[in-house]
């Protein structure tokens, strides 16, 4: 489906068909801005960002990329996991067991241990990618750097009135992303 990227509050504001389907859809939902292109391996290579944040809503995501291999081919898929940055406290007082689990790579490791292990299984080779900041942004940049022609993301579907007030960061990705976004819910 066609997106024109305007962001995830411009698009309930002035309502965005593509906001309302990714909601109301049972199957995935791809999502494509006009200046993305098709992969260039379309059913015989493909790299794709798998974004994992340890919910149910990842790990479904994961199993559907995996099980998309008759069609997109041979998969490489680059993982990605982001870290909340520290706050200015936790970065000046002294260090407790929680802030250095969440800066370790400990948290990440934890947090994208079933989705390694269900995409091994499955003869998925993949790349773990730990990195820190706003989600939105840092999977977007990420799957740009490494070369993705495919982004896949679980989304919770908590409604698009929730989405515009808080915010969906597979819906801010999708906005924001060079290549396609495929939203499993």
């Known amino acids: ?3 024109r990227g305007h962001g995830v509050l411009g698009g309930f504001a ?14 995935p939902v791809c999502l494509v801005r006009g200046e993305s292109k098709l992969p260039s391996k379309l059913g015989s290579a493909m790299r794709a960002m798998l974004a994992v944040d340890g ?10 990329l995996a099980s998309w291999r008759s069609w997109l081919g041979e998969l490489d898929a680059q993982i990605v996991y982001v870290q909340q940055p520290l706050t200015y ?21 934890d947090a994208t241990r079933a989705v390694r ?16 900041g706003d989600p939105a942004r840092e999977i977007a940049h990420l799957a740009e750097d490494t070369g993705c022609e495919l982004l896949v993301m679980g989304t919770r579907g908590m409604g698009a009135a929730h989405h515009a007030l808080v915010g969906s960061v597979a819906l801010k990705v999708a906005a ?7 939203l499993v819910k």
């Open 89 to 109: 406290l936790e970065t000046v007082l002294p260090p407790h067991d929680d802030v250095i689990q969440q800066w370790s790579t400990r948290s990440g490791e």
């Open 55 to 64: 919910s149910e809503a990842a790990l479904r995501a994961a199993g559907a």
């Open 1 to 3: 489906m066609g997106t």
């Open 14 to 27: 002035i309502g965005s068909v593509a906001l309302r389907v990714v909601h109301a859809s049972r199957i």
């Open 176 to 182: 924001h992303a060079a290549m396609p976004v495929v």
């Open 117 to 132: 292990e269900l995409l091994a299984k499955e003869g998925v080779r993949s790349h773990l990618n730990l990195t820190i």
